[in-house]
């Protein structure tokens, strides 16, 4: 690990300062920015610690429930208000990592973390994410763990958070700061597909920093789960997994949100899946349909085909959860 400088932020405006230079990285918990340190994935100048700006709240708002990005996974998945108004996002959280890991981990962080590809960690294997225009290892090599939706010639690497494909199907807001003043992205929106350009994560400015993110208010409370398929009980990253929420009254579905992890390059949300439930009786027919219709575009490689098979499967099993079928 090559030296570095090291600053606490005494404001936002000082964050934000420090970051607008070159070679600037913030840093919060730092469990994933660290490793990629020491492995020598990024070599930072400086890191700006922002871990005493005051952006660890949790409030209700008129509109929904407010989350600051320094919001430490493991608070935010047993607090109160998220138990009550989003246990999806709290489910969540607690299938993400180990506890040591949530103890440390913010919500900006867990949304800013990086693809645990084995050939982006790997600095003698080609990654155009890692080094842009060396070739995707993955295309060719051992891609068990790739993506099936959204990739493209240049990458195949899949988003690792549980987290985000919680947020993503609750349709949560991103709050954004930068010199200009703030803005607000739909989480949907956020995060990237590879493209031309897979070195590029999100679509956050290299001026900007996440200072928190808003949940809509909803009615899926009640009807929602968080089903993650992987190698071991204990801390591993999603083969598959699938957040599912439902709004149903009288057996009838009145809304639907569904998004998969460990798919796709960011949080794949199931659009027309969603859709194809409105109006359906909460029965498992009705949900395979939606399963066989979130497949639309599918395409696996030489090591992943498994997940052609388990998706559907997953996506079935959660929403029989979320109904109170299962």
């Not at 490793?35 to 008129?62: C, E, F, S, Y």
């Not at 939706?149 to 195949?156: K, M, N, P, R, V």
């Not at 349709?171 to 700061?177: E, G, L, N, Q, R």
Request: proline content about 5%.
């Amino acid at each position: 690990m090559k030296q570095f400088q090291y600053v606490r932020a005494a404001s936002q405006q000082d964050a934000l300062a420090a970051i607008a230079r070159p070679g600037t990285k913030i840093i919060a918990g730092g469990t994933n920015l660290v490793d990629l340190m020491k492995r020598g994935v990024t070599a930072p100048d400086k890191l700006v610690d922002i871990n005493h700006l005051p952006l660890k709240g949790i409030v209700a708002t008129k509109t929904g429930l407010h989350i600051g990005a320094l919001a430490l996974n493991s608070v935010v998945s047993e607090n109160s208000l998220v138990l009550a108004k989003h246990p999806l996002l709290a489910m969540a959280l607690k299938a993400g990592a180990s506890p040591q890991l949530r103890n440390m981990a913010t919500v900006g962080g867990n949304m800013m973390q990086r693809t645990r590809c084995s050939y982006f960690y790997d600095t003698t294997m080609p990654c155009n994410k890692r080094e842009p225009g060396t070739g995707c290892g993955a295309m060719e090599g051992y891609n068990r763990m790739h993506a099936i939706f959204g990739a493209s010639t240049q990458c195949i690497a899949v988003h690792p958070s549980d987290m985000c494909v919680g947020l993503a199907a609750l349709d949560a807001v991103v709050i954004i700061a930068g010199k200009k003043g703030e803005r607000r992205i739909p989480f949907t929106e956020f995060h990237r597909l590879p493209g031309e350009t897979p070195e590029l994560d999100n679509n956050l400015g290299k001026d900007e920093m996440i200072i928190g993110v808003e949940i809509p208010d909803n009615h899926f409370a009640k009807n929602s789960y968080y089903l993650k398929v992987r190698d071991r009980q204990s801390y591993a990253f999603a083969l598959v997994s699938v957040a599912a929420a439902l709004d149903i009254s009288g057996g009838v579905i009145k809304q639907a949100r569904l998004a998969m992890g460990g798919v796709a390059h960011k949080p794949w949300r199931l659009f027309e899946a969603e859709k194809s439930l409105i109006g359906k009786p909460a029965t498992e027919d009705s949900f395979k349909n939606a399963a066989q219709i979130a497949m639309q575009g599918a395409k696996a490689y030489e090591y992943n085909g498994f997940k052609l098979r388990m998706a559907p499967g997953s996506i079935t099993e959660a929403l029989k959860h979320a109904a109170g079928l299962a």
